[in-house]
T-cell receptor
Framework: AQSVTQPDIHITVSEGASLELRCNYSYGATPYLFWYVQSPGQGLQLLLKYFSGDTLVQGIKGFEAEFKRSQSSFNLRKPSVHWSDAAEYFCAVGARTGFQKLVFGTGTRLLVSP | KAGVTQTPRYLIKTRGQQVTLSCSPISGHRSVSWYQQTPGQGLQFLFE???????NKGNFPGRFSGRQFSNSRSEMNVSTLELGDSALYLC??????????????FGPGTRLTVT
């Protein structure tokens, strides 16, 4: 069974600084990987996805993520954080079974300081 | 296209009652999945429906059930509500055609409070 670990519960970043959120997954084959963002009281918005091919994927809002098979990681990055990026970020893994089941990490809450 | 819609957005129920939540997927999407989000357990998969058939089910008791209609709209039902069922219930739709995994698009959720 697949699983996801997001080791950082909270991260505080100054506005304008760079950001990296960590995600490690466990899955026996090449997984499908996703990053979602959730603002308070809202649903989840898809930031980006990795299915195959280029290991560096670009998403919306200036986010990117890199798939590293050797480290079982899919870290999310942004070169310059804006105050509006404050939210909770979830990494998720899906199995290549055809079923639309995602397994989510516990999330990382991003705080942006002025 | 309009996004995933869920109704109602907020619901307060009493222990022992039952509740039905509704989800309308993005037009053209035939796969609908449901997730429960709580502070203690995080996001957990409930079940997925595709073309009116349940394809996959998470590890939840039989009190949790769902169905999908021919227009892909889906409902989930929770019977004999317990305090621990208080959660944000999220519905997601995907353009899955049945053969592979696709990205899922989430609705705003239904906040259920059980008192």
């Amino acid at each position: 069974a697949q699983s996801v670990t997001q080791p950082d519960i909270h991260i505080t970043v100054s506005e304008g600084a760079s950001l990296e959120l960590r995600c490690n997954y466990s899955y026996g084959a090449t997984p499908y990987l996703f990053w979602y963002v959730q603002s308070p009281g809202q649903g989840l918005q898809l930031l980006l996805k990795y299915f195959s091919g280029d290991t560096l994927v670009q998403g919306i809002k200036g986010f990117e993520a890199e798939f590293k098979r050797s480290q079982s990681s899919f870290n999310l990055r942004k070169p310059s954080v804006h105050w509006s990026d404050a939210a909770e970020y979830f990494c998720a893994v899906g199995a290549r079974t055809g079923f639309q089941k995602l397994v989510f990490g516990t999330g990382t809450r991003l705080l942006v300081s002025p | 296209k309009a996004g995933v819609t869920q109704t109602p957005r907020y619901l307060i129920k009493t222990r022992g009652q039952q509740v039905t939540l509704s989800c309308s997927p993005i037009s053209g999407h035939r796969s609908v999945s449901w997730y429960q989000q709580t502070p203690g357990q995080g996001l957990q998969f409930l079940f997925e429906y595709f073309s009116e058939t349940q394809r996959n089910k998470g590890n939840f008791p039989g009190r949790f059930s769902g169905r999908q209609f021919s227009n892909s709209r889906s409902e989930m039902n929770v019977s004999t509500l317990e305090l621990g069922d208080s959660a944000l219930y999220l519905c997601a739709s995907s353009p899955s055609t049945g053969g592979d995994i696709y990205e899922q698009y989430f609705g705003p959720g239904t906040r259920l409070t059980v008192t």
